[in-house]
């Protein structure tokens, strides 16, 4: 049977044609960096504001074009996040950029709009377990803070988003009801906001819950742009993202990122944190998915970023292109 | 605005019915437990033949039903795999379990039949680049040694398989036309094998290929069965089997994984390797997806593998479930 012909005869250049067929998405997917913020939130190491003021420099200078700068949260409960307005002060005003502020409440969006936050992203857990550890009040309280946080924003005029954390499970209370994600979800779009965002805090989510929950807010017509925020803490996180790059809504997608991976978890202390920037990227564009802010990636570039970051914080990158290296398979 | 009612009451147990849509499989997919072989292969310790046995044990132990053994390479190319005929000697028979062995060519086969594998599977690459470098020649050549390798399992009474390596990218020659990898595929289709996979054998790929490669090969009625190789060395390996598991076959559909996440690239050597079991069951389980060999898995028991291989490959695990912890999603 040696000596029989296979029928494959040698190929002078099979790889020059490669093609995947490209999923019917076409409009492309907004890429959101939350290493200034998430990233370093929960790393032990406090960054010097000069330090993260020249992080967001380079991420700009990569292409980056929506981040989430600082947080206007108390100093005694976040040193990470220390010194926002001096951050603020200290950024380039660039019309093409757009800089998230989280705040937990209105007292935090009234420090915010004292900024050149262009844009306000209020935090709502859906679960009263995570609300009352995290934040110290029910989630119906602080709904309420939501609402007087997008007032002052919006009498600030800046943008405003809210994003429902722990919307794919809670580290107090385990499982999430998705009904209950939507009633929260509800109860954020009637503040009237450019953005809900469904947050995989703890890394816990899959992508069935990706597509059950976007199918139970995407008939809201008071959506008008749905983020996603994952972490890759249980291996699931760049599922996630690939399931929502391949959701069909009216409404334009982002997805959050971290540069590196930073951010951890802490409910999780070993275990990795966000996804990271440069491999999203690599799974968008390998896919056929446009994105943007950046439209276009440098892999080494970002990856220089991220080692950079590493030996600031004294972490290690958890983005896994800088050691694989990048590879197209679309020729 | 901080006194209006939000319309959200405190819930006093909001996660006890939580639920997300399963997907349309109902289906089991089979999990293929790769970590005597691709785990080991790639790292740089060899084991003791005792410790590979005691290794396959306490798999089993964990549920595994289907594990690729051992490979019947040459020892001076692969000395991870030294000992495979021990190897085999020295494992329980057991009518519920199928042992795989690995092989290039026909004369491994020779070797495996001399032993208890139960399943013989041969690796043919798709490119020309990889089969040179990798095993000295063409692909046609290489098919002709499957062909070989095929008469001899058959004739053993043994079930075969055909793992088409690189199908989702060259090391060497980059992209990878999905025509060629239909072209090896009908190939090694035509020799008449229990089951065909498709190897992301360094971690290139994503599941738009994954999507696209498998609309390539379905419709082929020789096709029984359909398994996947994937490596995590970009972030990509977990999405793409979500991905599989989604896929809608008339055919079973099968994923290999490694306990802990062992194995490497060794086109990548800083990089993390396969997907790993326990990952990946998490994975599946949140889904909504049933596994057969292991139906279900002790999470912490299979973190406890995890760590007793790390500790004789002096090698850190890449699986994240024992780091993060087990969460249940779904009520």
């Known amino acids: 049977m040696s000596g029989r012909s296979s029928g494959i005869e040698a190929a002078p250049s099979p790889v020059e044609t490669g093609t995947v067929d490209l999923p019917a998405r076409v409009a492309p997917v907004e890429l959101v960096e939350v ?4 990233g370093l939130q929960n790393e032990n190491r406090p960054l010097p504001v000069g330090t993260r003021v020249e992080l967001i420099g380079r991420l700009l200078d990569l292409g980056v074009r929506r981040l989430e700068a ?8 976040v040193p990470q996040m220390v010194g926002a307005e001096e951050v603020m002060a200290a950024l380039p005003q660039r019309d093409d950029v757009t800089y998230v502020g989280l705040v937990l409440n209105r007292r935090g969006a009234v420090r915010a709009v004292e900024t050149a936050c262009d844009e306000i992203n209020v935090v709502v857990p859906v679960t009263d377990a995570f609300a009352e550890r995290n934040q110290g009040a029910p989630v119906a309280a ?3 803070e939501a609402a007087g946080a997008v007032e002052v924003a919006r009498g600030a005029g800046r943008s405003v988003s809210v994003t429902l954390a722990v919307a ?3 580290p107090f209370s385990g499982p999430v009801a998705p009904e209950r994600v939507a009633d929260v979800a509800e109860a954020a779009l009637a503040l009237g906001i450019d953005e809900l965002a469904l947050a995989d805090t703890i890394g816990v989510g899959v992508p069935a819950q990706v597509r059950g929950l976007t199918a139970l807010v995407q008939g809201d017509e008071r959506l008008r742009r749905l983020r996603f925020h994952f972490h890759n803490t249980r ?3 760049y599922a996630n993202a690939a399931a929502a ?13 971290s540069i590196g991976g930073f951010g951890g978890c802490p409910f999780a202390p070993a ?14 564009r390998e896919s056929g998915v446009p994105t943007t802010g950046p439209a276009d990636l440098d892999l080494g570039a970002a990856a220089e970023v991220s080692t950079w970051l590493s030996e600031q914080l004294d972490s290690p990158v958890t983005a896994q292109l800088g050691r694989a290296g990048d590879a197209r398979v679309r020729a």
């Open 35 to 38: 290493g200034p913020r998430d």
């Open 70 to 77: 600082v947080s206007f949260v108390r100093p005694d409960r």
């Open 142 to 144: 602080l709904l309420d």
């Open 168 to 170: 794919f499970g809670c």
């Open 235 to 237: 291996n699931t996180g």
């Open 245 to 257: 790059a391949d959701l069909a809504l009216d409404v334009p997608i982002a997805l959050d990122a």
């Open 271 to 284: 275990a990795t944190g966000n996804i990271a920037t440069e491999d999203l990227f690599y799974l968008l």
